[in-house]
């Protein structure tokens, strides 16, 4: 079993940085990728970005290629997302998960394990 807590979210202007965190709990959090969705009012989650649990290898959805950075720190047992240069499309609950498999699924069905979510707004 993992429980995963997210914090960070809040609201930024447009171009400006957060740093989302999630504290995982639970033995399995060091074996499994860990990955963020969001979800945006009216659509579906989609995948964001993940990392392998050795932090070796990363996954990023286009839109947030070169903008956002995942990271973990296992000895802490906590996934971070750094998102810079943020847009007003963006703006969605963010979501970390747990146990996609290996590399981190693309597919939020895939994972069994989720956090509460955390809300991020972008203002023009």
């Known amino acids: 079993q993992v429980q995963l807590v997210e914090s960070g979210g809040g609201l930024v202007q447009a171009g400006g940085s957060l740093r989302l965190s999630c504290a995982a709990s639970?033995?399995?959090?060091?074996?499994?990728?860990m990955a963020w969705f969001r979800q945006a009012p009216g659509k579906d989650r989609e995948f964001v970005a993940a990392?392998?649990?050795?932090?070796?290898?990363?996954r990023y959805a286009e839109s947030v290629k070169g903008r956002f950075t995942i990271s973990r720190d296992n000895a802490k047992n906590t996934v971070y997302l750094q998102m810079i240069s943020l847009k007003p499309e963006d703006k969605a609950v963010y979501y970390c998960?747990?146990?996609?498999?290996?590399?981190?699924?693309?597919?939020?069905?895939?994972?069994?394990?989720w956090g509460q979510g955390t809300q991020v707004t972008v203002s023009s």
């Open positions: 998960a747990a146990g996609g498999g290996y590399w981190g699924s693309y597919y939020p069905q895939e994972y069994g394990y």
């Open positions: 639970g033995r399995t959090f060091s074996s499994n990728a």
């Open positions: 990392i392998t649990w050795s932090g070796g290898s990363k």
